[in-house]
Structures are given as structure tokens and as C-alpha cells.
């Protein structure tokens, strides 16, 4: 069985760019979220999809946001980099709303 | 509110030696428990995880951890520590009804293994 997959591995952006991190989720799983992991900040909780919709929101500002597909695959955008958005971006599936998570290896945005 | 409180975030032990991460966590109702590991510019692998029944939890790689609902405690042990187990350690708690089961995460851990 596939694990959660996260594309692309390493992105490097210049501050004021926009950033699209994707994320296939396990088959079976509906749901799915998103954690940054800063230095020195621990991981903290971004959004969550399922079925489609969002169903929670982390306290970041709008310029995060994102989307799931009907595959369950989703993407997250962040848009008006800041330098202090440059962190390890962790994806996350479960097959229902709780139960544990299996994360994907992330993706690390740096932003320069 | 959701909080869980790693007090440790250093530990390093002697390869062979027991270990005992602790956690401490607040929820107002029954709260899902996990413990997760990180090794360096990986993803969290899931260790273990208490839902209900028996409070002591067997998990993979040789750890078990203790839920005690008076002392709000998720400790993680191991008997016997390899040199493999330097990583992060991650304890987190997650609500049982779907519309509140983001898990909210521990400020982590940082074991390291003494030769």
C-alpha cells in the first residue's frame, strides 16, 4: 500500500512569490491535513479537508488556504511569501475525522 | 482548551539504558493519545495510540506507553534503548467526535542515544 505522498520534496521561492504544495492521501483515506513545522515551533495545525470540504482552520492568515480534489488529493497555496514562512510542510491522511494520522515525508519550502 | 506539554526537551541516554519520555495533556473530554517519532527531515511515523480500554499501550519498535487519567499523563517507555532511537518524539492528542479530531501536538522531544 502507497503511503501519504508529498510533491515537490524541496521548493525554493522568493519572498512574494506564490507556493502549491500537493499531497496524495492513502486510497481509502477522505481525509486530509496540513501541519508547518518551523524551527524552534513545533508542528503546528493548518487546515483540514474532507470529503471536499475544509473543516478546520489553524490560526494562519487567509494567504494559506487550499483545496481537495474528488480524488481526495489536495493542494495547499500560499501566496505573498514571507521569509518566515520557510518551514517543513507535513501532509497527513486518516480514513475517517480521527483515528491517527499517517504523515508524508513533507515538503520544504524555503523562501529567500 | 486542547494542549499537550512535553516538560522534556533534551534527553539523551546511555545506548541499553530504560527510557521515559513524559507527557501531559489537557482535554475537556476523552481524548484520543498518540505518541509519533521523527527522525531528521522525515515526516512522523506513528509509535502507538490510546483510544480506550487497557491503559497500558504496546506500540512498535519496543515502546509502550501508560495513559493515567488522574495524573492527565501519556508517558512513553522503552526497557532498552538502541542507537536508532535518536529522533524526535512527538506526543499529541485528538478529540473522539469527527468535527474536533485535529490533533494537537507536543512542543517534541529530542532523544539522543550515548554511545
Known amino acids: 500500500e502507497a503511503g501519504v505522498t508529498q510533491s515537490p520534496t524541496h521548493l525554493i521561492k522568493t519572498r512574494g512569490q506564490q507556493a502549491t504544495l500537493r499531497c496524495s492521501p492513502i486510497?481509502?483515506?477522505?481525509?486530509v491535513y496540513w501541519y508547518q513545522q518551523a524551527l524552534g515551533l513545533g508542528l503546528q495545525f493548518l487546515l483540514w479537508?474532507?470529503?471536499?470540504?475544509?473543516?478546520n482552520r489553524g490560526n494562519f492568515p487567509p494567504r494559506f488556504s487550499g483545496r481537495q480534489f474528488p480524488n481526495y488529493s489536495s493542494e495547499l497555496n500560499v501566496n505573498a511569501l514571507e521569509l518566515e514562512d520557510s518551514a517543513l510542510y507535513l501532509c497527513a491522511s486518516s480514513p475517517t475525522g480521527a483515528g491517527g494520522y499517517t504523515f508524508g515525508s513533507g515538503t520544504r519550502l524555503t523562501v529567500v | 482548551a486542547q494542549s499537550v506539554t512535553q516538560p522534556d526537551i533534551h534527553i539523551t541516554v546511555s545506548e541499553g539504558a530504560s527510557l521515559e519520555l513524559r507527557c501531559n495533556y489537557s482535554y475537556g473530554a476523552t481524548p484520543y493519545l498518540f505518541w509519533y517519532v521523527q527522525s531528521p527531515g522525515q515526516g512522523l511515523q506513528l509509535l502507538l495510540k490510546?483510544?480506550?480500554?487497557?491503559?497500558l499501550v504496546q506500540g512498535i519498535k519496543g515502546f509502550e506507553a501508560e495513559f493515567k487519567r488522574s495524573q492527565s499523563s501519556f508517558n512513553l517507555r522503552k526497557p532498552s534503548v538502541h542507537w536508532s532511537d535518536a529522533a524526535e518524539y512527538f506526543c499529541a492528542v485528538g478529540g473522539i467526535y469527527s468535527s474536533a479530531s485535529k490533533i494537537i501536538f507536543g512542543s517534541g522531544t529530542r532523544l539522543s542515544i550515548r554511545p
Open positions: 490510546y483510544f480506550s480500554g487497557d491503559t
Open positions: 486510497s481509502g483515506h477522505t481525509s
Open positions: 479537508y474532507d470529503e471536499g470540504e475544509e473543516r
